[in-house]
Each structure stands twice: as structure tokens, then as C-alpha cells.
């Protein structure tokens, strides 16, 4: 067991001083934890008081490759020395390397590029579209899905509380509980142009799509000229131990989208294969199941542990929020989704050492906050 003092963080005058600053001048929107944090290297960060914190979730699964990966360091450093920016007017060498590597990779084609997730998801929705001119407007999502925040890819999220004091929503997009291929068949009609869904929920849980999911919406969308589009964005780039979430399933979609960790570039490409990173996802994963295994056979708590490499699902019987707290005053970084999930996406080169650490420090806080049901 990590010996570590539980105690809530300490706020020191710097971060008073910043949590001040952000009361005064940035909108509220997010939640935030009373810590600032100023450094990171690998699974660790520091926060402004000096403290070190094992970090299972960088930066909401952007930071695959852990915080601040030395190759991807080099690489932006030299670039934005070069040229910091240029429009779409021009070439430029290494964009359409990286369109190479990613089609290579992938299932081959061309690559669109944009800035977000989000944005990825806008331009699949506008591909969909574009293919009939407007004639085939439709799009089928699942419920449990998430997209994104601008109104197209929000609109295409099946999730209430996303859409509550945004509405109308854009018009057009229809849902499905996910894994129900009779649903998917029964909303299709001679407006659906296509089908949009993540082949593992992220935000929703972390939870696979079931055997024959993927592979029924293949074959529908074959047989009634539907585009097939996989949101990657939390999935792909090498998360699961594969490039893309879908070589998992054995099913290739018409149209990927892609964002969070794919924006470190060549040089996060190169840095997976130099150093044998998708290997490494597969062991450190079979580390995490039977960690996480043993916790379940100990805590009744512990409702089911969902492991897809570095994409990982610890379902609780009871609220996750008190859990993330727990972690956090064990100086360990975690997430709660769907109310009580404790989602970790853990960096690609975590080391052995550190899975454990964060394993034995996420099994105390889930097992102080059982205690107290
Ligand atoms: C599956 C999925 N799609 C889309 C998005 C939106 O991506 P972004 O935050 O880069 O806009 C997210 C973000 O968490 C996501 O998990």
C-alpha cells in the first residue's frame, strides 16, 4: 500500500491568488478543484505548493503520452520556430507526412483537418450531408454518446443534460439505445443519410460496443447506403492497445474522427512505434484488470471493472464524486462520469510501478468511501 497522507491539498497564497483571479474574471462554467497546477512530466504533475500528484487521467485523455513527452517537446519547439502558423492556402511538409502515417495506419484515405473533437464531428455530420446534397439529411446516434459542444455535434449527443437551456437543437438527428440494431432499423427511413456512433462510450461509461454491434451497423449501413462513422476521439490514436479502436472489433467505417491525443502529431506517432508503446498499452493493461479484479472480489462496492487498454471503467454501486476526492486527497488524479464511474485514461508509457501505485491509491479511496455507506 503507497504510504501517502490523506489530507485535502493545501492552499497556499499563489493559489488563493489564482483561484481569486479566476473568480473575477473567468466564467464558471467548469468545476474546478482548489488546486493549481504548474509542472508535469510523465503521470505526474505538481501543483503550485509543491506537491506531486500520480495523474491517471491527463488531460481528459489528450495527453496519451503522458505530460510533456520529450520527443513531442522537441518537435513543437522546433516548429513553432520555423513558422508558427500557416493557412490552408499553402503546403507544408509535415502536414501531409501526417495525413500519411494516419491513412497508413488507418483504413487508408485522406485526412481533413480541424481543432477539436468537436469540430471533427461538424465536418463528418457536413460530409454526410454533402454526399446527397441535402437530400439525406439524417443521422442516427446512441444514447449514452457524447460528441462534443458546438451545436451540431451537442445536437448529435443523446444526452439531455448536454442539451438543457440550449435548445432548439439541430434538426435531423435521431437516437437509438446503443447495442439496439432493431432501433437503428426501425429509425431509418428515405431521409437517413447516416450513422454516427463512438465504438466505445467514453464519457458514457466506458463501455465496448456488445459483439455484433459494430458489425450489424456495417452491414445496415451497406445495405441502405448510410455513411458509417466512428467517433475516435477518445478511443483512437493508440489508446487501446491497437491504432484505432475499431481494428479491435474487425470492422472498418467509412469516416473516423479523431482529436484529443492525435494533436502532438508525427513526432506522437513516431514516439508510440520508437518505443514499442502499443505493446506496452496490452501489458500495463493486463496489470490494471487484475489489480482492479482483486479490488472487486474485496469491495462488494466494486459493481464491474471494464479494461480496454488504457481506456479503463471501475463501475461503483454507489456516487463516484466522493471517490474523485478521496483520490485527489491521496495525491491521486481520476474521473467520475455517468454518476458513478471512476474513468481512468492513463498515459500509454505509465510505467509498471505506477499502475501499481495508482491502483493500491484508488482501491484506498474507493474503499474509504464504501466504508462509509
Ligand atoms: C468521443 C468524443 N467525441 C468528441 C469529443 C469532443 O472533443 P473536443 O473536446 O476536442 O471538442 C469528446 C471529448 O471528450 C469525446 O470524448
Same mark, same amino acid.
Given at each position: 500500500m503507497a504510504t501517502i497522507d490523506s489530507a485535502a491539498p493545501a492552499i497556499g497564497p499563489h493559489? &488563493?491568488?489564482?483561484? %481569486?483571479? #479566476?473568480?473575477?474574471?473567468?466564467v464558471p462554467n467548469y468545476r474546478r478543484f482548489p488546486v493549481c497546477l504548474v509542472r508535469g512530466e510523465g503521470s505526474r504533475v505538481w501543483d503550485a505548493e509543491g506537491a506531486e500528484?500520480?495523474?491517471? #487521467?491527463? +488531460?481528459?485523455?489528450?495527453?496519451?503520452? +503522458?505530460h510533456c513527452p520529450a520527443p513531442v517537446v522537441r518537435a513543437v519547439q522546433e516548429q513553432v520556430a520555423k513558422l508558427i502558423h500557416v493557412p490552408n492556402s499553402w503546403y507544408i511538409e509535415p502536414q501531409g507526412e501526417w495525413a500519411r502515417l494516419l491513412s497508413e495506419r488507418s483504413f487508408g484515405g485522406q485526412a481533413f483537418f480541424c481543432n477539436s473533437g468537436t469540430e471533427a464531428n461538424e465536418a463528418a455530420i457536413k460530409l454526410v450531408r454533402l454526399r446527397t446534397n441535402g437530400e439525406r439529411h439524417k443521422i442516427i446516434t446512441f444514447q449514452g454518446g457524447f460528441h462534443g459542444r458546438t451545436m451540431g455535434s451537442l445536437s448529435a449527443t443523446a444526452q439531455p443534460k448536454y442539451h438543457e437551456g440550449l435548445g432548439p437543437m439541430v434538426a435531423g438527428f435521431q437516437y437509438a439505445p446503443h447495442g439496439d440494431l432493431v432501433a437503428v432499423e426501425r429509425l431509418i427511413d428515405d431521409k437517413t443519410g447516416g450513422i454516427?456512433?463512438?465504438?466505445?462510450?467514453? %464519457? +458514457?461509461?466506458?463501455?465496448?460496443?456488445?459483439?455484433? #454491434?459494430?458489425? +450489424?451497423?456495417?452491414?445496415?449501413a451497406d445495405d441502405r447506403d448510410l455513411l458509417l462513422v466512428f467517433d475516435e476521439v477518445q478511443c483512437g490514436c493508440g489508446r487501446t492497445g491497437e491504432w484505432f479502436a475499431h481494428q479491435r472489433f474487425g470492422v472498418v467505417p467509412?469516416?473516423?474522427?479523431?482529436?484529443?491525443?492525435?494533436?502532438?502529431?508525427?513526432?506522437?506517432? &513516431?514516439?508510440? %512505434?520508437? %518505443?514499442g508503446l502499443l505493446e506496452h498499452v496490452t501489458r500495463a493493461a493486463e496489470l490494471f484488470r487484475t489489480r482492479l479484479e482483486s479490488l472487486k472480489e474485496r469491495c462488494p462496492g466494486v459493481r464491474a471493472v471494464r479494461v480496454l487498454g488504457m481506456m479503463i471503467g471501475v463501475e461503483l454501486a454507489f456516487e463516484g464524486a466522493p471517490v474523485v476526492q478521496a483520490a485527489l486527497e491521496r495525491r491521486l488524479l481520476v474521473n467520475c462520469t455517468q454518476g458513478n464511474v471512476m474513468r481512468l485514461l492513463p498515459a500509454m508509457n505509465i510505467t509498471p510501478a505506477e499502475v501499481e501505485e495508482g491502483c493500491d491509491r484508488l482501491a484506498a479511496a474507493i474503499l474509504d468511501v464504501a466504508g462509509r455507506q
Open positions: 493559489t &488563493r491568488s489564482v483561484i %481569486e483571479t #479566476f473568480g473575477r474574471y473567468v500528484y500520480l495523474d491517471l #487521467f491527463p +488531460g481528459w485523455g489528450c495527453n496519451l503520452l +503522458g454516427l456512433v463512438e465504438p466505445i462510450l467514453g %464519457e +458514457g461509461g466506458v463501455v465496448p460496443a456488445p459483439p455484433g #454491434f459494430l458489425e +450489424g451497423l456495417r452491414k445496415i467509412d469516416v473516423m474522427t479523431l482529436a484529443k491525443s492525435l494533436c502532438a502529431g508525427i513526432a506522437a506517432i &513516431r514516439m508510440i %512505434e520508437d %518505443e
